[in-house]
């Protein structure tokens, strides 16, 4: 990590968020831009714009509005949105970094353990268990990654269920 680069990340963040420099006023912060970037630092490799705003339960525009706001640290490309880096990432889920040697609390921290359990929360739906979900309603991200949020929540109790469910599924499917 080069020195320095999660003071150049919060100054960054300070400018574009002036409000989170006062005391109680992180309002934005929580309820839009923290999700989004969230989103974004746990997605594998990136996350569809479509599904990212269905993960969030925003419109597409909000969005597209949010990324247009963060265009400095956003990048897109056919797998969708990412952070530009992934030390943003790390200083999104680093609750506090040294400079200088002091010790700094990030207020920017973004607990990636809950930026999981939106994603997964958002693939399990209403569905009292994995088994009970439509996987016949399945997208490409879905397939590909939810192991990872699943293992991201800490919940391997889950995770090994849902291996179990598509080992079954595999095996009913080939027979």
Request: a negative charge; charged letters at 20%.
């Amino acid at each position: 990590m080069p020195y320095g680069l999660f003071g150049l990340y919060r100054a960054y963040l300070d400018r574009l968020m002036p409000d989170m420099l006062e005391v109680g006023k992180n309002e934005r912060w929580q309820s839009e831009h923290q999700p989004f970037l969230g989103s974004l630092s746990v997605a594998m490799p990136a996350a569809p714009p479509e599904i990212l705003a269905a993960w969030l339960g925003w419109p597409e525009s909000h969005v597209e509005n949010l990324r247009t706001d963060l265009t400095q640290i956003i990048e897109e490309d056919a797998a969708g949105y990412r952070l530009y880096h992934r030390s943003m990432a790390d200083f999104l889920a680093t609750r506090v970094y040294q400079e200088d040697s002091t010790s700094i609390r990030n207020r920017y921290y973004t607990p990636p353990h809950e930026q999981h359990e939106r994603i997964v929360h958002y693939y399990r739906g209403q569905a009292p268990s994995w088994y009970d979900v439509d996987w016949r309603q399945v997208d490409n991200y879905r397939l590909l990654h939810l192991a990872n949020h699943l293992a991201g929540t800490g919940e391997l109790g889950t995770l090994r269920d849902l291996a179990q469910f598509s080992a079954v599924c595999r095996s009913v499917k080939t027979s």
